[in-house]
């Protein structure tokens, strides 16, 4: 099946806590960041992706297993990616804790454009500033 399809399907077809997780990020809700759900990234389908943070969400039913999780967890973390997990009723029973480590995370990534401040730049000073000192010299 087409990965198209098969996400749409996903989308079509969320959980119970996938579907109160995407309540509580979309519309960049937490710290701004734009997520997108059941997004392909290579071979996989991911449950949730703020593409310009580079972090992946995955909400785990009883069908992940360690081996498959691991194996995908490793590809995501090649191609940059940040993966957090979280059981379904983490989501269901603790979705403020939940929200809270997103939140956490997002924090702790480096920012995608970051400003020239926190690059050690000094922003160019007003023209006013410049005609003011011109002016005293």
Request: proline share 5%.
């Amino acid at each position: 099946m087409e990965q198209r399809t098969r996400s749409r399907e996903l989308r079509q077809n969320a959980t119970e806590a996938e579907r109160l997780l995407w309540r509580a990020i979309s519309a960049r809700k937490i710290a701004g960041a734009r997520f997108n759900r059941q997004v392909p990234v290579g071979p996989f389908i991911c449950d949730f992706v703020a593409r310009s943070s580079k972090l992946v969400i995955e909400v785990d039913g009883g069908q992940h297993t360690p081996e498959a999780d691991a194996s995908r967890t490793a590809y995501l973390k090649s191609h940059g990616y940040e993966v957090i997990r979280f059981w379904n009723t983490d989501v269901l029973q603790n979705l403020n804790g939940v929200v809270a480590a997103i939140t956490s995370k997002l924090a702790a990534r480096p920012s995608p454009n970051p400003s020239r401040e926190r690059e050690g730049s000094k922003k160019a000073a007003p023209l006013a500033d410049c005609a003011a000192s011109e002016g005293s010299l």
